[in-house]
């Protein structure tokens, strides 16, 4: 069974550039997870989603970011622009069920802003 | 609020070392504990967990006890081995919020 698969892996831009993370969950995952991670830091929510529907969104730096989950599959994560600040790893995650606490990470998109 | 506080790293042990990572958590009701693993290069995944005050998580040689009267839930293993190498997350959810990670330890084993 394949696993949480993210892209790009690596990703360089300068300061104010837009910049997209794509995420396809495993098979049946009816929650989505976008976390971003900073160095030396453990990942912090940005946003879920069950199916289409984004339930939690509290931490989603709305002026910036934006995401989508269309057909409650795959989801894209928006940044535009990008400040320096944003450099982190970005990390999707699915689960069967929701805040089981039991989910399943891709190996992320890492985000440099020069 | 509620939050993981984790010992910080770098951890660095022999192989064959007895081994114990901290972990203690602040939360308001009754959390669920997990212990997530990042190897070099791969995605975090889920190590053990535990759900009620007593229980005992276990995996692949590695435990957690949830103690509820100390807001613990150290992770031990009785010997290392090299490819244990890894950032170690401590994480609880209360609930139905959001799962909250700890910084993280780093655990370095040398042959």
């Known amino acids: 069974e394949a696993g949480v698969v993210q892209s790009p892996r690596y990703k360089i831009i300068e300061k104010k550039q837009p910049v997209a993370f794509w995420c396809n969950p495993i098979?049946?995952?009816?929650?989505l997870y976008w976390y971003r991670q900073n160095l030396g830091q453990g990942p912090e929510l940005l946003i879920r989603?069950?199916?289409?529907?984004?339930?939690?969104d509290s931490q989603l730096p709305k002026d910036r970011f934006s995401a989508e989950r269309l057909k409650g599959v795959d989801s894209t994560l928006k940044i535009q622009p990008a400040e320096l600040g944003d450099s982190a790893v970005y990390l999707c995650?699915?689960?069967?069920?929701?805040?089981?606490?039991?989910?399943?990470f891709g190996e992320g998109s890492r985000l440099t802003v020069l | 609020g509620n939050s993981v506080t984790q010992m910080e790293g770098p951890v660095t042990l022999s192989e064959e070392a007895f081994l114990t990572i901290n972990c203690t958590y602040t939360?308001?009701?009754?959390?669920?504990l997990f212990w997530y693993v990042q190897y070099p290069g791969e995605g975090l995944q889920l190590l053990l967990k535990?759900?009620?005050?007593?229980d005992k998580g276990s995996n692949k040689g590695f435990e957690a006890t949830y103690r509820k009267e100390t807001t613990s839930f150290h992770l031990e293993k009785g010997s290392v081995q090299v490819s244990d190498s890894a950032v170690y997350f401590c994480?609880?959810?209360?609930?139905?919020?959001?799962?909250?990670f700890g910084t993280g330890t780093r655990l370095q084993v040398f042959p």
């Open positions: 995650a699915s689960s069967f069920t929701a805040n089981t606490g039991e989910l399943f």
């Open positions: 098979s049946g995952h009816n929650t």
């Open positions: 989603y069950e199916n289409e529907e984004a339930v939690d």
């Open positions: 939360a308001t009701g009754y959390p669920s």
């Open positions: 535990a759900t009620k005050a007593d």
């Open positions: 994480a609880l959810i209360v609930n139905t919020d959001k799962l909250i």
